[in-house]
C-alpha cells in the first residue's frame, strides 16, 4: 500500500465519488422541487405515469432519475422551470411542439434518447404519454 504521505500533493488521498443512494438524490429534488413549485405539483405525475407503463425501475443517477425496463428509456432532470425528459424516440417520427419538445441529436447531452420532453405541468404529463409508450416500447 502507498504511502500516503510520499504523495505530491501533501499527502491528500483522492476518493473515488460515488452515486448518491436514491434518498439521497431525492433529497437533492425535494431542495430543487422546492425552488421551483410548478415543478413540484407535476413531478408525482409523472412519476405515476412512467411507472404505470409495465415493468420499470428507477435508479439514481448523479445528475438525473433513470426509469428502465431491460435498459434506460426515460432520464428525468429539473432544469429552471421544468422537470426534463430524455426519451428513446426517434425525434423524425414526431411532430415537435416549441418550447415542448426538442430533437437532441446534434447537441451534446445526459441520457440515452434523442427526444427531449419538457414538462411543466399535469397537463404536459398527459400529453406527454404517447411519448413515454413509444420509448418504453423500444426498451
Request: one cysteine or more; hydrophobic letters at 40%; a neutral charge.
Amino acid at each position: 500500500m502507498p504511502d500516503p504521505s510520499a504523495a505530491g500533493d501533501g499527502g491528500t488521498l483522492h476518493r473515488i465519488p460515488r452515486h448518491p443512494t436514491l434518498s439521497e438524490w431525492t433529497s437533492r429534488l425535494t431542495t430543487l422541487l422546492e425552488l421551483r413549485p410548478s415543478c413540484a405539483r407535476c413531478s408525482p405525475n409523472l412519476d405515476e405515469a412512467l411507472h404505470s407503463l409495465g415493468d420499470v425501475q428507477r435508479v439514481s443517477m448523479r445528475t438525473c432519475l433513470v426509469y428502465r425496463a431491460l435498459r434506460g428509456f426515460a432520464w428525468v432532470r429539473v432544469q429552471k422551470e421544468a422537470l426534463v425528459v430524455t426519451l428513446r424516440v426517434d425525434p423524425d417520427n414526431v411532430e415537435l411542439r416549441a418550447g415542448f419538445t426538442r430533437d437532441l441529436r446534434d447537441l451534446g447531452h445526459n441520457g440515452g434518447g434523442d427526444l427531449e420532453v419538457r414538462i411543466r405541468t399535469a397537463a404536459d404529463v398527459i400529453s406527454a404519454m404517447e411519448l413515454f409508450q413509444a420509448s418504453f416500447e423500444v426498451a
